[in-house]
């Protein structure tokens, strides 16, 4: 079978390698140049480097070798304190994790062609199209009312900037400004770098005329609010006119009632979103193209495949949807939580994808979980409540 992937990110690119294992005649479109990215470093945990080591163990040795391993969880409320909780996850370089795949890719016989755009409705000599082209996707656009998406748009404004200053442990800092709270995602994912995410409300940001400043003026201005966190080390930019604003952007949270039309079939942020503030963009990137590879390995009826795949990430993608709804909305509705001691509010932070969080007062449900987790009879009840909870979102389909 022949096989376009349209887009050079972590799903089109590991679908590219998964399908030429297969014997696939495999070909992946990039419209950007190689060597371009649109991120710094992204995260994952241990269950995707085992999918990872199963589906092919060569790129998986090298993306194991590239991590960047960071351990615990610091939460800092400015004025307050510091609270560090055990945790702990890997890390990569966005540009080293495609590196790494375009590698393979073409160890294995793919034909990766950068600077090429393929537009919705081209001709392509192709038995099957997988669109994984990002959030934007043209090809899905193109065909809307099959594949019905919907986007849900956050009210938060976050930009993605990156670092000198290695954060060895997962930072969430809060700040106080002028104009009220912003707070970063903070951490390495190489020996001399790290994702800084800054995050705040529209009214802060507005407030604080970063919806006016340039680029340079902005960076200044936040290494000025979050100097103690970043040590005299600058904040970086991705390259672009020095003079333009910096890319704030309200996320985008997209989801898909079909997945395929014909011998197109969409993956990775193509298909759907989930906030950033969970860090599983790349992993569900990357479950994609295994489902997408299991449904095809040996299959005769190639539309059949393509609906167990659709119907298999649908169903897996539940959970984390429903866990990057609730984490959005926490962030989104901050004001309710940052007035607790920072005890508090670091058990509110780690436990902000509760499906009950936002129904019970923020102090009542510290002291909720404190007894839930010392008497196994009010954890079983807890637990219940909890499921019911999710069980109506389900239900309600929000």
């Known amino acids: ?102 590698a393979r890719a073409q160890e294995l016989g793919v034909r990766t062609e950068f600077e090429r755009a393929i537009e919705p409705g081209s001709e392509l000599d192709a038995d099957l199209v997988v669109a994984a082209d990002g959030v934007g996707s043209a090809h ?32 969430f800092a809060f700040v106080r400004s002028s104009a009220g709270w912003l707070w970063c995602h903070a951490y390495g994912y190489d020996d001399g770098h790290s994702t800084f995410i800054v995050e705040c409300s529209p009214e802060t940001w507005r407030g604080l005329g970063l919806d006016r400043l340039g680029a340079e003026e902005s960076r200044e201005l936040l290494e000025r609010l979050f100097a103690r966190h970043l040590e005299g080390h600058p904040l970086i930019g991705l390259p672009g006119d020095p003079d333009a604003p910096l890319p704030w952007l309200e996320f985008r949270t997209l989801r898909c009632e079909q997945w395929w039309s014909g011998r197109t079939v969409l993956a990775g942020d193509a298909a759907h979103t989930t906030h950033f503030a969970i860090g599983s963009g790349t992993t569900l990137a990357l479950a994609d193209a295994i489902a997408l590879g299991r449904a095809l390995d040996g299959a005769a009826d190639v539309p059949a495949a393509l609906e167990r795949y659709q119907a298999d990430r649908q169903a897996a993608l539940v959970p984390s949807q429903r866990d990057a ?31 009950l969080l936002a129904h019970l007062p923020p102090t009542v449900y510290v002291k909720a979980r404190e007894v839930a987790e010392r008497s196994g009879a009010a954890r079983r009840v807890w637990s219940h409540a909890s499921a019911l909870r999710r069980s109506a979102l389900v239900r309600r389909g929000g």
């Open 1 to 102: 079978m022949k096989v376009t992937c349209i887009g050079g990110g972590p799903a089109g690119l590991y679908a590219a390698v998964l399908l030429a294992q297969q014997g696939h005649e495999v070909t992946v479109a990039e419209r950007n140049p190689a060597g371009t990215t649109h991120g710094w470093g992204v995260v994952f945990w241990e269950p995707l480097l085992a999918s990872l080591r199963e589906g092919d163990p060569a790129s998986a040795e090298q993306i194991a070798d590239a991590a960047f391993r960071w351990d615990g969880q610091d939460v800092e409320v400015e004025g307050r304190g510091r609270v560090s909780r055990p945790s702990g996850g890997y890390s990569i370089s966005r540009q080293r994790l495609l590196d790494i795949l375009t």
């Open 325 to 355: 709804r609730n984490s959005a909305r926490w962030l989104e509705d901050l004001e309710r939580y940052i007035g607790t001691d920072v005890d508090s509010f670091a058990t509110l932070l780690h436990r902000r994808c509760s499906s």
């Open 140 to 171: 899905r656009r193109a065909q809307a009312d099959v594949f019905a998406p919907t986007v849900d748009v956050g009210t938060n404004k976050y930009v993605w900037l990156a670092t000198t200053k290695v954060y060895t442990s997962f930072l």
